[in-house]
């Protein structure tokens, strides 16, 4: 006699297969499922850079990256809520996970003031002074109409010392208990939204387990591993890897913030990560660089003016579809807007790809074999010259 | 019992209807069907910049421009050619109309020798020397496999004496014999391709006439009105564009080479001519500036932040359907690639939308109830402020 339509749920994940620490599975949320592992491209400033959401979509993404701190500044949080928020102002319907804004607060701005409060800072953009606490942070995502909140968290560089490691981390499990009081307070969208704790203690495994048991005890949707792949190398942060994951629940995603290069997210996906953001395939098309499977190629090289190929012989894009090296080549070297357009669409359906390809191994359970395949494959620019 | 295929006519014009000097028609040429009057996108270095070639035709084009100078320079005609064509390398398969470079010599290059043969020229890009005569420039446009190939000729200033201008005249019907003679040597893609002559002679009646005679001795496919949109003003165009396209043979294709704006191409047809081709909407849409049907909008302007509405409220392109202007505003204020796209690819849509109802208009009989109507409701910025 028919059945109950019911409403997607706010929030939840589905693991449908595990091979050693590796899980693939599914998030759905109100506005889309996220299938795990996931890659988030990075849609900083309201648009991933050179790219229209439709085709963002069409690579495979089921999920973007929006930057708070770009946004709060340009155009500005009240406003965005007053244009409806972000997803219509941008034209993209699925979900969308929000930084906290203190990454780029740390790299990007002028600081000037932090205290146990939040963070006082002059934009890099036209000098104007602004906060940001925990409290504020949930509300500009709330704003911005965000899927999946951020905890604010305060960040070190990796070369400070052990001390100052540990009462950095300490005061973020404070202010990641202040964020879920502010995210539970609701809000705009609060219907739809999910929020993130964020594991920190750098590469100590005793910090790293006492951030994630205060983090388990204020309770989160899902959870991060924050302040990695900030220089301290590959073999460090998989040093890191090997223990950090299986601090945190294993019934909630987790995501590995700022990661990362192919073989970084492969290594990753191997040692229980199910989340990605990283700007590099965006970043790298639109400076000349593809990502194929035997590695990364600089298309301005010499090499390829006449090459007749495509970008990678293996790749279903567009771009590889219909267009040749040789004009990739040409249109990047006159400096075209269009070079930068199709290269980066390329880079975001390689990372795509690669993502269905874990997926399938891992429900497969042939994991490893996979890995070991693509490492075998896949050289770094420095590899091969 | 069926019926013959018939291979499509190397250059066929048929006029499907006349109101006043205007008419309205089809250019069928091998790669496709050319509804005139048409508007030819600039695709000055192989890509109409911002914009992918499937997006460039679903606007509504039927062909494109490609600039002889530029693609000369880079990539270069021969290894065009062995990459296969222009074409195929850019991945459109619709007519290409190609200059003969010898506007942009004048404008671009440093010219180190002008004589009876053609041109020497320095590069703008790295100074190479590189010379263009008739012959080289119909060469070098078979060469790229332009469906229709331009006569080379010789462009003086417009502040030029009437000696200087009638020399330069008479110069450009010696090369325009001289194109003739090169283009029916043939050459690759030569049983594709058409080739239209110029007409030169400012703004003097005599002149023009000389020279369409010159030009009708010859024989061409098609006339271009050349050595206007140069300066002399809307007036003056006009002025000339009341006897010049009258001067060239009615049973074919008139083109006012690099016009211009909306207001410019409606006078223009009104005075019979054909086809058009211009940068406005392209490097407009890389400035913020969008074409409505009340006018060009800057939407850099402050008044924009929060204006929800779409760019041109009477459009159906994909930029009008999906965005607002206050998302325009924001991406064209932070500098992001995507406000050049999405503003470029509305800008073409406008201007391809403009010339369909000019066709539907002449087809009707009411070209002058639209153009009346037209010049009501469009102001330049300069008029509206």
């Known amino acids: 006699?028919?059945?109950?339509?019911?409403?997607?749920?706010r929030f939840a994940f589905a693991i449908h297969a595990t091979d050693g620490a590796a899980r693939t599975g599914e998030?759905?949320?109100?506005r889309g499922v996220i299938r795990t592992p996931?890659?988030?491209?990075?849609?900083?400033?309201?648009?991933?850079k050179g790219v229209k959401p439709a085709d963002v979509r069409a690579a495979g993404a089921d999920i973007i990256l929006g930057n708070t701190y770009h946004l709060m500044l340009r155009p500005g949080a009240e406003r965005m809520a007053r244009l409806g928020g972000l997803h219509g102002f941008m034209g993209w319907d699925h979900p969308i996970l929000t930084?906290?804004?203190?990454?780029?607060?740390m790299s990007l701005s002028d600081l000037t003031k932090r205290d146990e409060n939040g963070v006082t800072f002059k934009s890099h953009i036209d000098g104007s002074r602004h906060t940001l606490s925990p409290e504020r942070s949930i509300e500009i995502q709330r704003l911005l109409g965000s899927d999946i909140v951020m905890a604010f968290d305060e960040l070190v560089p990796t070369t400070s010392t052990p001390e100052v490691q540990a009462a950095a981390m300490a005061r973020s499990m404070r202010w990641?208990?202040?964020s879920r009081g502010a995210f539970d307070a609701g809000g705009a969208h609060a219907e739809n939204a999910a929020i993130f704790g964020i594991q920190q203690g750098a590469l100590d495994r005793t910090l790293r387990g006492d951030s994630a048991a205060a983090l388990i005890d204020i309770g989160f949707d899902g959870y991060a591993v924050g302040g990695l792949a900030v220089g301290e190398g590959q073999e460090a942060m998989f040093g890191c890897l090997d223990f950090a994951p299986g601090q945190l629940p294993a019934d909630k995603p987790r995501y590995l913030m700022g990661v990362g290069k192919p073989d970084d997210i492969v290594g990753a996906v191997e040692r229980g990560i199910d989340m990605f953001d990283c700007v590099l395939p965006t970043r790298s098309g639109r400076t000349g660089q593809a990502f194929t499977r035997t590695g990364p190629i600089n298309i301005r090289n010499a090499k390829f003016a006449e090459d007749?190929?495509?970008l990678d012989p293996g790749c279903a894009c567009p771009t590889c579809a219909t267009w040749s090296r040789a004009y990739l080549h040409h249109l990047v070297r006159a400096g075209e807007m269009l070079g930068a357009m199709l290269m980066t669409e390329h880079n975001l359906y390689f990372y795509q790809?690669?993502?269905a390809d874990l997926r399938s191994a891992i429900i497969a359970g042939?994991?490893?074999?996979?890995?070991?395949?693509?490492?075998?494959?896949?050289?770094?620019?420095?590899?091969?010259?």
């Open 353 to 355: 790809a690669l993502m």
């Open 27 to 30: 998030i759905a949320m109100r």
């Open 176 to 178: 990641a208990k202040r």
């Open 308 to 310: 007749t190929g495509p």
């Open 1 to 9: 006699m028919g059945h109950l339509m019911t409403e997607p749920p």
């Open 38 to 48: 996931a890659f988030m491209p990075v849609g900083t400033v309201g648009t991933v």
């Open 99 to 105: 930084d906290s804004g203190g990454y780029q607060v």
């Open 366 to 385: 042939r994991l490893k074999t996979f890995a070991d395949a693509f490492r075998s494959d896949y050289k770094s620019q420095s590899e091969r010259e």
